[in-house]
């Protein structure tokens, strides 16, 4: 049997093998993870933009099957916006823009992560200071207990909650106005009013009911943040993951580079995980996102005795104080350091944070999609590419697909679509 290795990765093949066996490409993921077993396709040079969990996952598969691929990357770091590393003051594992906490229903993804990294079980349990009180989200029965001073069981409590909506209001139009109807005003206001204005720049009263899936509300003292079935935090961190992905013989990664369309001449394929907007310069106005300002304090100790602690009056500029030393509860520090974070209005050169995607910022994404499909050999991926929040469990799913779906498409010689996703679907 004719069986050549090549595009074997780094030490001693732990990540990734690929071997030709006559006709046919095997690529083996990790520990033996059968991931592509395929009739040869064509050689090609694909582009990625951006070095997020996006771009590293699309790098990884291509380049697992036989591919060559160069990422840009802006940043003067891999790992996009869940960016890990080590404070050089105190040894803090730091999330440099914003934490970050993996959680997940899928049982794929959450594999694939675990072979880069020892994921440690991390439970995300939030507090909250609304008018100078402490109280546990999201708002379970500690929380309804504690606001009204009860005492109340699970099914007093559903039927309390109930009591308390305003069953004037028959159709709910606004975000304001489903609060009102299914928790009733107090709840909202000490809640929700202070919090969503301060994250959005929005009055609750102004944004659509539908931007709501649900309110985030239990019956029960469970005061997990997440019911997904997988959660935790990698040891060392979501940065070693993505460099794990991107170290391969044939992915060329290039810091400090900002890729442009004309890249695209040089390429066969482009994956793009900037912003759609960005890449056609803005042609038809900025897509709106909230930014975020992260303010750090330094501390001897535990500042606040927990990761996360919101802040839901309008009259504390913050939106919550994130104490890093505390997604770690594995290691100790004798210092602390902590980030007051603050929400606002993207402006040209910000970070880009959260879509808005209200209905004009739907209106301009639809012009950009439309734009992109007339165009051949670029595909947008990833938060950035399709306007919307994604959590990393959703980012990888996604980025997978779309490197199936190229994959797929160059053996059947078929053209690789503008989005693997339609952003305008969600
Ligand atoms: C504050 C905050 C907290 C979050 N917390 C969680 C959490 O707890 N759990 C969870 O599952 N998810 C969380 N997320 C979501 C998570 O950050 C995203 O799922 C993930 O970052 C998406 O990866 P991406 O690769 O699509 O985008 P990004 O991580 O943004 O990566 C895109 C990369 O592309 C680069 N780039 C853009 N344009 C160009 C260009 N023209 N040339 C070169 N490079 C370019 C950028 O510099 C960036 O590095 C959070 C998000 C935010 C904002």
């Given amino acids: 049997m004719d069986q050549k290795q090549h595009g074997v990765p780094h030490a001693g093949e732990r990540w990734s093998r690929i071997a030709v066996v006559g006709n046919t490409v095997v690529a083996v993921d990790f520990e033996g993870e059968l991931l592509i077993r395929r009739s040869q396709v064509a050689k090609q040079r694909v582009a990625v933009v951006g070095a997020g969990f996006s771009g590293a996952v699309i790098a990884h598969r291509l380049a697992a099957a036989g591919q060559s691929i ?19 003051v105190t040894g803090i594992m730091l ?22 990294d020892d994921f440690v079980p991390y439970v995300n349990r939030v507090k909250a200071i609304s008018r100078d009180r402490v109280y546990s989200l999201p708002i379970n029965l500690l ?29 709910p139009c606004s975000f304001e106005e489903w609060a009102l109807r299914f928790i009733g005003r107090e709840l909202y206001e000490a809640f929700f009013e202070g919090y969503t204005l301060k994250q959005w720049g929005i009055h609750p009263s102004l944004l659509p009911a539908s931007i709501i899936k649900r309110l985030p509300l239990s ?63 803005y042609a038809y106005g900025p897509l709106e996102y909230r930014t975020l300002d992260f303010e750090r304090l330094d501390a001897e100790g535990d500042y606040q005795g927990c990761a996360v602690m919101n802040y839901c009056d309008a009259s504390v500029p913050w939106t919550r104080i994130s104490e890093h030393k505390h997604f770690a509860p594995w290691e100790s520090h004798a210092m602390t350091v902590c980030f007051r ?3 606002r209005r993207r402006e040209r050169g910000d970070i880009p944070y959260y879509p ?8 301009a994404l639809q012009r950009y999609v439309a734009h992109a499909r007339q165009q051949e050999r670029v595909t947008f991926v990833g938060r950035l590419g399709t306007y919307r929040y994604l959590d990393m469990d959703v980012t990888i799913r996604e980025a997978m697909d779309a490197a199936q779906r190229f994959l797929d498409c160059l053996e059947r010689s078929a053209k690789m679509p503008a989005f693997n996703i339609d952003p305008m679907a969600s």
Avoid: M
């Avoid at 309804?144 to 909650?161: D, K, M, S």
């Fill in 341 to 343: 974070e603050y929400s």
């Fill in 70 to 88: 160069v990422v840009f990357e802006a940043r003067q770091h891999p790992a996009g916006n869940c960016h890990t590393a080590r404070d050089a």
């Fill in 95 to 116: 999330h440099a823009y914003g934490p970050h906490i993996f959680h997940t229903d899928d049982e794929t993804v959450w594999k694939f992560v675990n072979r880069l």
């Fill in 219 to 281: 019956f029960d003292y469970n005061d997990n943040y997440y019911r997904h079935r997988y959660q935790g935090i990698p040891r060392h961190g979501y940065t070693t993951i993505v460099e794990r992905l991107l170290d391969a013989q044939n992915i060329e990664l290039r810091l400090g580079t900002q890729a442009a369309p004309g890249i695209a001449t040089e390429f066969d394929h482009v994956f793009c995980s900037g912003s759609i907007d960005a890449w056609y310069d």
């Fill in 356 to 363: 808005v995607r209200l209905v004009h910022e739907r209106a």
């Fill in 143 to 171: 929380t309804i207990n504690q606001f009204f001073g009860r005492t109340l069981a699970p099914a007093e409590a559903r039927e309390f909650v109930a009591s308390l909506g305003d069953h004037a209001i028959h159709t």
